[in-house]
Nanobody, 127 residues
Framework: QVQLVESGGGLVQAGGSLSLSCAAS????????MGWFRQAPGKAREFVAV????????SYLDSVKDRFTISRDKAKNSVFLQMNSLKPEDTAVYYC????????????????????WGQGTQVTVSS
C-alpha cells in the first residue's frame, strides 16, 4: 500500500506564503493523479488542486487558482503545493490524496474518488 505524508504547514500572516509537501512511501507510486483537499473546523472537506502524475495542466479551486501552484516530482514520489498571498479563509487542515484510475468528468472534485490519503497538515493564516 502507498502511504502519503504531508509536511510544511504552519502559522503565517495574511499575505505570506507556505509550501506544502507530500511524500509517498511504501512502494513506488504508479497512480493516475495526486491532489490536495482542505478542511476547516465545522466545514466539509474541500477540493483545492489536482495534477496528473504524467503532467499536464492542473485543476484548481476557483478561489485559489491565481495564488496556489501544484507540482509533482516523479523521481521523489512527491507532490507540492506552493501557497502565496494567503488569506485567513485559507486556514484549514490540508490533506494530500492520490487516485489510481482516470477520472470521470468532474470526479476529481470529490474526496470519494481518491484511493489514498495523508494524515493532514495544519495551515493557519492570521489577520
Amino acid at each position: 500500500q502507498v502511504q502519503l505524508v504531508e509536511s510544511g504547514g504552519g502559522l503565517v500572516q495574511a499575505g505570506g506564503s507556505l509550501s506544502l509537501s507530500c511524500a509517498a512511501s511504501g512502494r513506488t507510486f504508479s497512480g493516475y493523479a495526486m491532489g490536495w483537499f482542505r478542511q476547516a473546523p465545522g466545514k466539509a472537506r474541500e477540493f483545492v488542486a489536482v495534477i496528473r502524475w504524467s503532467g499536464g495542466t492542473p485543476s484548481y479551486l476557483d478561489s485559489v487558482k491565481d495564488r496556489f501552484t501544484i507540482s509533482r516530482d516523479k523521481a521523489k514520489n512527491s507532490v507540492f503545493l506552493q501557497m502565496n498571498s494567503l488569506k485567513p479563509e485559507d486556514t484549514a487542515v490540508y490533506y494530500c490524496a492520490a487516485r489510481s484510475e482516470p477520472f470521470s468528468c468532474g470526479m476529481h472534485l470529490r474526496s470519494s474518488a481518491y484511493d489514498y490519503w495523508g494524515q493532514g497538515t495544519q495551515v493557519t493564516v492570521s489577520s
